[in-house]
C-alpha cells in the first residue's frame, strides 16, 4: 500500500516546461514608481554614507513596493517556486547597482554566507578555468551547470551583462519530477527519499565529516522539499570512507537527469533582470557559453543566497545542510571561515570587533 509522501504532488510549483514556455506570466517588469522608489531608497542611503553590507530593510524604504515583494515571496513559496523581475535600470554606477539590488534583497530576506570565504554577494563570472576538482565552483567558469539546488532558501541571480552567446538558464520544477518518477519508475521513489552522501566541497569545519547524509526528496507537516545537487553526491564517491552508490541509485540518479531535461523551462537572461528561486522546489541549470575578449563586457551575475521569513519546514536531516530546520528561521548557508553564517552574525561580530579594539 502506498503511503502519503508516494502520491501525486499537486501544487502550482509541480510545473511542466513546456507548458510555461509558450507563456510570459512568470515574467514581471519593474514599474515606473517602483523604479523612482528604488532610486529614492538609493539616495537616502547615499547621503547617510552606508557601506551596502550594513544597509537593512529599514535603511532601504520601498512604500509600496515592499507589499508587492511580499506578494512575490508568496509566490515563491507557494506558487509557482520561481519569478523573473525586468528591468532593473543598469545606468547606475557599479556600486549603487549593488546597493539596488542588496536592498531589494533585504525586502525579501536575509543574506547567507555562500563559502568559507564569507561572500554574502556573490560573483557570477568566467575565471577561464574549469572544474577540474571537487572545491572549484563552477559559476567561476564558462562551462554547463547541471540541474542543482543551492545551499539556501531562496537564490537571486542579478544579470549586469549576458554572454557573446550561450549561458541560457534552465529551471525544472522538483515537484513535477517527482511526479513522473511515480508514473513511470515508482520503484526508484524510495531511493529518493533514502539517505545519499554529499560532499561538503571543502567547506567543513574542524571535527566535520567530509560527506554528509540527506535524502533527496522529503516531506515535513505536508510541505515538500527537493533540494539537492547531483555533483556533490559524485564528488563524495571520491571519499573513500562514503558508501558505493546502488545500482538503484544509479538508475534514480540517471532518471533525474533525464527527466530534469525534459521537463526543463529554458529563460535567455536580458541585463536588468533578477531571477528569484526556492531551493526546495526548483532546480537551475546553465548551458556553456562563449564570451567577449573585453573585460567590460564579460558576462557578469550577481547572487544572492537568502533565508527568507515564509520558508517551509524542513525533514529531519536536512539540520546537517541548513543548521535550523523551523519554518521561517534564518538558515541556509555555509559557515564563513570565522564561524558566522548570516549577514546579522556578521554584523554582530564586526562590532564586537570594533569595541574590542576601542577598548
Given at each position: 500500500?502506498?503511503?502519503?509522501?508516494?502520491?501525486?504532488?499537486?501544487?502550482?510549483?509541480?510545473?511542466?516546461?513546456?507548458?510555461?514556455?509558450?507563456?510570459?506570466?512568470?515574467?514581471?517588469?519593474?514599474?515606473?514608481?517602483?523604479?523612482?522608489?528604488?532610486?529614492?531608497?538609493?539616495?537616502?542611503?547615499?547621503?547617510?554614507?552606508?557601506?551596502?553590507?550594513?544597509?537593512?530593510?529599514?535603511?532601504?524604504?520601498?512604500p509600496a513596493f515592499s507589499a508587492e515583494l511580499a506578494g512575490i515571496a508568496q509566490e515563491l513559496e507557494t506558487g509557482r517556486g520561481m519569478i523573473?523581475?525586468?528591468?532593473?535600470?543598469?545606468?547606475?554606477?557599479?556600486?549603487?547597482l549593488r546597493m539596488a539590488y542588496w536592498g531589494i534583497g533585504a525586502h525579501l530576506g536575509t543574506a547567507v554566507s555562500q563559502g568559507g570565504r564569507g561572500e554574502l554577494l556573490g560573483i557570477v563570472?568566467?575565471?577561464?578555468?574549469?572544474?577540474?576538482?571537487?572545491?572549484?565552483?563552477?559559476?567561476?567558469?564558462?562551462?554547463?551547470?547541471?540541474?542543482h539546488a543551492d545551499r539556501c532558501d531562496v537564490v537571486g541571480l542579478l544579470c549586469v551583462r549576458k554572454a557573446k552567446s550561450g549561458?541560457?538558464?534552465?529551471?525544472?520544477?522538483?515537484?513535477?519530477?517527482?511526479?513522473?518518477?511515480?508514473?513511470?519508475?515508482?520503484?526508484?521513489?524510495?531511493?529518493?527519499?533514502?539517505?545519499?552522501y554529499n560532499s561538503r566541497q571543502g567547506d567543513e569545519r574542524p571535527g566535520?565529516?567530509?560527506?554528509?547524509?540527506?535524502?533527496?526528496?522529503?516531506?515535513?507537516?505536508?510541505?515538500?522539499?527537493?533540494?539537492?545537487s547531483p555533483a556533490y553526491i559524485q564528488f563524495a564517491q571520491e571519499y573513500p570512507e562514503v558508501p558505493r552508490l546502488t545500482r538503484q541509485q544509479e538508475e534514480a540518479l540517471d532518471l533525474f537527469g533525464a527527466l530534469s531535461d525534459e521537463l526543463a523551462l529554458?529563460?535567455?537572461?536580458?541585463?536588468?533582470?533578477?531571477?528569484?528561486?526556492?531551493?526546495?522546489?526548483?532546480?537551475?541549470?546553465?548551458?556553456?557559453?562563449?564570451?567577449?575578449?573585453?573585460?567590460?563586457?564579460?558576462?557578469?551575475?550577481?547572487?544572492?543566497?537568502?533565508?527568507?521569513?515564509g520558508s517551509r519546514p524542513l525533514?529531519?536531516?536536512?539540520?546537517?545542510?541548513?543548521?535550523?530546520?523551523?519554518?521561517?528561521?534564518?538558515r541556509g548557508g555555509v559557515p564563513a571561515r570565522d564561524g558566522w553564517r548570516d549577514v546579522g552574525q556578521y554584523r554582530a561580530l564586526r562590532c564586537k570587533a570594533a569595541a574590542d579594539e576601542h577598548r
Open positions: 500500500m502506498q503511503i502519503a509522501k508516494h502520491r501525486e504532488i499537486v501544487a502550482p510549483f509541480a510545473w511542466n516546461g513546456a507548458a510555461l514556455q509558450r507563456r510570459t506570466d512568470w515574467i514581471r517588469p519593474f514599474k515606473p514608481a517602483e523604479l523612482a522608489e528604488i532610486d529614492a531608497a538609493l539616495r537616502a542611503v547615499r547621503r547617510r554614507g552606508l557601506d551596502w553590507v550594513d544597509v537593512t530593510r529599514e535603511d532601504f524604504p520601498l523573473l523581475l525586468r528591468g532593473l535600470p543598469l545606468a547606475y554606477p557599479p556600486d549603487d563570472e568566467d575565471e577561464g578555468r574549469e572544474v577540474e576538482n571537487t572545491r572549484r565552483r563552477g559559476s567561476k567558469t564558462s562551462g554547463s551547470l547541471p540541474f549561458g541560457l538558464s534552465r529551471i525544472a520544477s522538483a515537484a513535477a519530477i517527482h511526479n513522473e518518477v511515480l508514473r513511470r519508475r515508482p520503484d526508484l521513489l524510495d531511493a529518493f527519499y533514502a539517505d545519499w566535520e565529516s567530509r560527506a554528509y547524509p540527506k535524502p533527496i526528496f522529503g516531506f515535513r507537516d505536508g510541505h515538500f522539499t527537493g533540494l539537492f529554458d529563460m535567455a537572461f536580458e541585463p536588468g533582470d533578477i531571477q528569484l528561486l526556492n531551493n526546495h522546489l526548483i532546480y537551475h541549470a546553465r548551458t556553456r557559453y562563449d564570451d567577449y575578449a573585453e573585460q567590460h563586457r564579460k558576462r557578469l551575475l550577481l547572487r544572492l543566497w537568502l533565508a527568507v521569513p525533514p529531519g536531516g536536512y539540520e546537517l545542510l541548513f543548521g535550523g530546520i523551523e519554518a521561517g528561521a534564518v
